[in-house]
C-alpha cells in the first residue's frame, strides 16, 4: 500500500510540475504613468532563452526589449543578459528573483505584476530559439559561425516570435521586431506587432515558405521592404 501511495504521489508531483512550466508566452498589458497601454510579451524557450518586449499596445510603438538565457531553480529564475535595449551594461550579468508560478499565470512579487499565460509551447512546429546561420545569395548558399558574438537570434513559442540582432561583445543591439505567427502547409505567417527600427510595420502581415532540412530552418521569401530573401537557421544550443 505505502509503494502505490508513493507512486500515486511522485505521478501527482511530476504532473503538477509539468502543468505548471514556464516554456511558452506570457503577457501583461497595463498603462504606464503617462496613461498609454502598453503591451509585455515574455517568451521562454524550451532550450533555455527567454526574452521580454515591451510596446504600445494601440499603436506598436517599440519602448523597450531586453533577454538572454534562463534557467528556474525551485521559485528562484536566474537570467543571464545577453542584449539591453535600455541598458547594455547589463549584457554578460546574472539576476535572480522569486518568482510565484502557476498554471497559467506567472508573478514578480518584488515588482507586483503578474503576467498571463498565452500559450505552453504549442502548437509550435518552430518552437524554440534559433540562430541565422546563413542564406541563399544569387543561389549560392553562405553560411557564417553562430558562435561569433554577433547574433541575429529568433524566439518561437506556440504562437508568438521575437527576432533580436545584438552584438554580445561589445553590448550593442541592431535591432527587434516581432508579433504572433502560425505554420501550416508549409508557409510560415507572421503577423509584426512591433518593429524597433520602423513603427509603421506594426500590423504588417508577411508570408514565407519554410522547411526544416536537416535541422536547418529554410525560411524563404519577401522582407518587410519587399526584398526576396532565403535565410537559414539552426536551434540554439
Avoid: C
Avoid at 112 to 132: C, F, H, Q, V, Y
Avoid at 178 to 187: E, R
Avoid at 211 to 232: A, Q, R, T, V
Amino acid at each position: 500500500m505505502k509503494n502505490i501511495i508513493t507512486i500515486i504521489l511522485l505521478v501527482l508531483f511530476t504532473t503538477s510540475i509539468k502543468s505548471q512550466s514556464l516554456i511558452g508566452s506570457w503577457e501583461l498589458i497595463q498603462e504606464n504613468e503617462s496613461g498609454v497601454k502598453e503591451k509585455q510579451i515574455v517568451i521562454f524557450s524550451s532550450n533555455g532563452f527567454q526574452s521580454i518586449s515591451i510596446f504600445n499596445a494601440e499603436t506598436g510603438e517599440f519602448i523597450y526589449s531586453n533577454g538572454g538565457t534562463w534557467e528556474l531553480n525551485g521559485d528562484d529564475l536566474t537570467e543571464k543578459v545577453e542584449f539591453d535595449t535600455e541598458n547594455p551594461e547589463r549584457v554578460g550579468s546574472e539576476v535572480t528573483f522569486k518568482i510565484i508560478l502557476k498554471k497559467n499565470s506567472i508573478t514578480v512579487p518584488d515588482m507586483s505584476r503578474t503576467w498571463k499565460r498565452i500559450d505552453n509551447g504549442k502548437p509550435g512546429k518552430l518552437e524554440g530559439a534559433w540562430l541565422m546561420s546563413g542564406r541563399y545569395r544569387n543561389g549560392k548558399k553562405q553560411t557564417r559561425s553562430i558562435d561569433r558574438p554577433r547574433k541575429t537570434m529568433k524566439l518561437l513559442s506556440g504562437k508568438r516570435f521575437q527576432w533580436i540582432a545584438y552584438n554580445t561583445e561589445t553590448k550593442q543591439f541592431m535591432g527587434t521586431g516581432g508579433g504572433t505567427y502560425t505554420t501550416k502547409d508549409g508557409v510560415y505567417s507572421e503577423n509584426i506587432e512591433f518593429f524597433s527600427r520602423d513603427d509603421s510595420k506594426a500590423g504588417l502581415k508577411l508570408q514565407f515558405d519554410f522547411e526544416i532540412m536537416d535541422g536547418e530552418w529554410n525560411h524563404k521569401g519577401f522582407s518587410s521592404k519587399g526584398d526576396p530573401l532565403h535565410e537559414i537557421w539552426v536551434k540554439r544550443k
